[in-house]
């Protein structure tokens, strides 16, 4: 499946250098406002500060010492930047059903309170996705979920198709250990069903930076064909570089896509470099000083994204390619 770029850069490479390096910069700017969104530590003081007498939809799971402070509050994918203007295209573009909401205050100090946000987002895979986005690299994982981490007092976690946020008024100790327990208990009391993701056991370990596997569930790597796939980074010495994988419906899709995301990097100004014997059918590009690197294996798609060398993504892709045909992929 290998095509050469021709000798020598024509305008319309020259073009597509300049088309990528803009999509390039949109698309970092993008990131790292998903990345770098850091949630408000403590929440605004609201109207209220008073038990109210409301049915609680979360009534089963509140812990003993909070208790409802307004009415729960339902918002579907119109409504959604009614609650949470500005930051609603992150779910949005993850595929969000739906959102709950409710504030809960300590009965013995009503002064002290929080909110809970939980939002379905359909699958395990998309909480996921929304999951992993939000993650600070050094943010203190905690044992609540499988996934589920503690930033500036408020709690993150992800459960079946559920991605769940509590955000706390303030620092208190005790408000600390009730929005914990109201965690514990949505975990204990939510039944789950499909919450396995099989992809999150196909990378190499070898190497593997901890907690740096994510989801982008759209236009991954500014192409708008290549979706649901899983990154995760991986550091040799000083050099850091990604692997990526996607599950498709069968290995023809594997293998169409492949070829397509091999054509979209050389419309924009990649180059072929002669494939490696290691993985049959591999593509081998490089692009303003870095290397990239695709191929299907069964009905996965793989390769190396950005890669500092081509010895560095030779080795990641061979790497890859046995833990997939270890994992029967």
């Not at 390039?24 to 038990?51: C, D, G, K, N, S």
């Amino acid at each position: 499946m290998n095509r050469s770029a021709g000798p020598g850069r024509t305008t319309e490479t020259i073009v597509g250098v300049i088309i990528l390096a803009g999509l390039a910069a949109i698309a970092v700017a993008v990131l790292v406002r998903w990345f770098h969104y850091e949630p408000p530590p403590f929440l605004a003081a609201p109207p209220t500060r008073q038990p109210v007498e409301a049915e609680s939809q979360f009534a089963d799971i509140l812990p003993a010492g909070l208790s409802a402070m307004t009415s729960a509050e339902t918002f579907d994918p119109d409504s959604l930047s009614d609650k949470i203007d500005g930051k609603a295209e992150l779910y949005l573009a993850a595929g969000v059903a739906a959102m709950r909401s409710q504030r809960f205050l300590r009965t013995d100090a009503p002064q002290e309170w929080a909110e809970l946000f939980v939002y379905d987002m359909g699958d395990a895979r998309r909480a996921f996705a929304v999951y992993s986005s939000q993650l600070r690299q050094g943010a203190e994982k905690i044992n609540l979920a499988r996934f589920a981490y503690r930033s500036g007092g408020a709690v993150f976690f992800a459960h079946g198709r559920y991605y769940v946020e509590i955000i706390p008024s303030s620092s208190s100790v005790a408000l600390a250990e009730a929005i914990m327990a109201l965690g514990r208990n949505f975990v204990a009391g939510t039944r789950i069903a499909g919450g396995e993701i099989p992809e999150l056991a196909m990378f190499p370990t070898e190497n593997l930076q901890a907690d740096s596997i994510s989801l982008q569930v759209a236009d991954a790597f500014a192409f708008e064909r290549l979706d649901n796939v899983f990154t995760a980074a991986y550091r040799f010495g000083d050099e850091e570089v990604a692997a990526f994988i996607s599950a498709r419906r069968s290995e023809g899709e594997a293998d169409r896509l492949a070829d397509a995301y091999h054509k979209f990097m050389l419309a924009n100004g990649a180059r072929d470099v002669a494939a490696m014997a290691d993985i049959p059918g591999s593509m081998l590009m490089e692009m303003l000083g870095s290397y990239e690197l695709v191929f299907s294996r069964g009905r996965f798609l793989a390769g190396v994204h950005e890669s500092p060398s081509r010895a560095l993504a030779e080795k990641l892709a061979v790497m890859l390619h046995r833990r997939l045909a270890e994992a029967g992929g």
